[in-house]
């Protein structure tokens, strides 16, 4: 793997609404009145890696497709230090894709998500390919858009890192075409029901990647390294008070992206990962709350080699 940092993201950018509930399923009242319980921002998983992967110094082009009145300015927040280019994000829908995330007291979460005509659309292939040009990593999200860039990128022969939304057994035939290319695989546990080690040598078996993350939010992750004859579990760590999860996989998964393309070493790559994602936590907000290279040694020096 080249030992690089330019990141071509591909997948969904859209607006979502965080609302803080006392209990999920959300109890039925008329009105419920709580003081700051309801935060909107711009999310989505490549929208929240795109930004983490340029935050921790990389280089990075966002692709992805949002309304066709909606400025792509959007992804650049004025009081945010982050600014990712907007020349890739294509004003080709009829709507903006949104989410709204109901996220309870007993960190209990569940999402309601409308990606309005994304399904319908393409992406512009001859802007995918001119950037490509200048990729070392494509990280791709397994929606239908990013499809048809699959094989450019295995042309090329430019490593390929999958993140699977919503895996579930229905969806393995859709899924295939991410999973047999990908170098590097994310998938969280969250609608797993088999043992979670059969689950990951079952992928590993079929699809041959490098690198298998399967997050299990508070319980940490399982890293399978094909190179590195890993296959462990790694417990979560604390750096701040949980406030909120969401978006803490997309962080993990970018995070290791980062310093595995750097180092090649999964096994330092997976415990910055969490720590990662472990002060992302403390935030509220899909794509907020982001640990420095600094601090992340600093921690990883505190826990790991005391």
Known sequence: MKNTNNFLVAGILQMETIVRVQNVPVEYRSLTSRANTIFTDVGGDAYNTAKALKWLGNDVDLLSMIEKNTSPDIINNQNDSIELSTDYILNRLDAMPSAV?????????????????????????????????????????????????????????????????????????????????????????????????????????????????????????????????????????????VVNTVGAGNALFSCFLHYYVKTGDAVLSIKNALLFASYKIGFVGTSNGFMTEEQIEHWHNIIWNR
């Open 101 to 241: 995330t109901f996220y309870a007291d007993n960190k209990k979460q569940q999402v309601f998500e409308d990606t309005k005509d994304l399904i319908n659309n393409e992406y512009d292939m001859d802007v995918y390919k001119k950037r490509l040009e200048t990729a070392d990593m494509v990280v791709l999200s397994n929606v239908h858009f990013c499809k048809p860039m699959i094989d450019e990128a295995l042309e090329r022969q430019i490593p390929v890192a999958v993140n699977i939304r919503d895996f579930g057994k229905e969806d393995l035939k859709f899924n295939d075409a991410f999973l047999s290319v990908a170098d590097i695989i994310y998938i969280s546990d969250d609608d797993l029901t088999k043992n979670h080690y059969e689950f990951v040598k079952e992928i590993a078996d079929i699809y041959s990647p490098k690198i298998i993350i399967l997050g299990r939010g508070a319980n940490g992750v399982l890293l399978y390294s094909a190179e590195d004859n890993i296959f462990a579990e790694y417990k979560s760590v604390r750096t701040l008070e």
